[in-house]
C-alpha cells in the first residue's frame, strides 16, 4: 500500500453524528464505532478516506469513510487545543506518564533479565516526567552520561510523539530529555 499522494492532515474532530462514526482497522475488516462527543485525530486523507486515530485510551487507528460533504453533518473540529498560554490538559500529562511508564518497566523487565544472564546487577535506566510553566520535561536518570542512551532517547521521544499527535503539542529531543512544548 503506497500513500504517496496523500493529504496531511494532522487536526482533531468531534463525532457529532448521533448515529456515530465507523473506524475501520486497516486490512483486517474490523471497525470500532465512534460514539457522540468522541475524538478522531485525522493524520491524512487518501483516496477519498482518511486515516486517524480515536482519541481515548485504547488509540484505535483506522479508516474513517464519509460521503462528500458529510464531514460537517458528521464530526465538527476541536476548539479547545492547548494553547501556549493555557494549562496542558491531564489528558494530556496522563498520555505522557503512561508512554514513560510503560518503558521504565520494559527497562526493568530487560535488565531483570540481563542481570539474571550475566550475574551482574545494575540499575536500569528510569525515565522521570516534569511539568514546567506548561511544558513537560522527561529526564533520564541512568548510571552513565545520556550521550549513549541517544537511541533510546529518540525512540521515548518517537512514541510520545505518536500519543500526541492531534493535540498541537510538538516534542524536541536531546540525549536524556524530551521536552514537550505546546
Known amino acids: 500500500l503506497s500513500v504517496r499522494t496523500a493529504e496531511i492532515l494532522d487536526d482533531t474532530l ?3 453524528a448521533s448515529r456515530g462514526v465507523a473506524l ?3 486490512g483486517k475488516g474490523l471497525s470500532t464505532q465512534l460514539k457522540t462527543g468522541d475524538r478522531l485525530i485525522r493524520l ?8 486517524g486515530r480515536a482519541d481515548r485510551n485504547d488509540g484505535t487507528f483506522g479508516w474513517i469513510s464519509l460521503p462528500e460533504g458529510a464531514t460537517r453533518a458528521a464530526t465538527s473540529p476541536r476548539r479547545d487545543r492547548p494553547g501556549p498560554d493555557r494549562a496542558p490538559h491531564a489528558d494530556i500529562e496522563s498520555r505522557i506518564r503512561s ?3 510503560e518503558t521504565n518497566s520494559t527497562l526493568r523487565r530487560l535488565y531483570e533479565f540481563l542481570d539474571s544472564e550475566s550475574g551482574i546487577h545494575r540499575e536500569p535506566p528510569q525515565w522521570s516526567v516534569e511539568r514546567v510553566d506548561g511544558t513537560f520535561a522527561c529526564l533520564l ?3 552513565y552520561p545520556p550521550a549513549p542512551h541517544a537511541e533510546s532517547t529518540a525512540h521515548l521521544a518517537k512514541r510520545i510523539e505518536g500519543r500526541l499527535l492531534g493535540t498541537g503539542y510538538y516534542v524536541q529531543q536531546q540525549p536524556g530529555r524530551i521536552e514537550i512544548h505546546p
Open 14 to 16: 468531534e463525532v457529532i
Open 24 to 26: 475501520s482497522a486497516p
Open 44 to 51: 491524512f486523507r487518501w483516496n477519498g478516506r482518511t486515516y
Open 99 to 101: 508512554t514513560v511508564n
Open 141 to 143: 536518570r541512568a548510571a
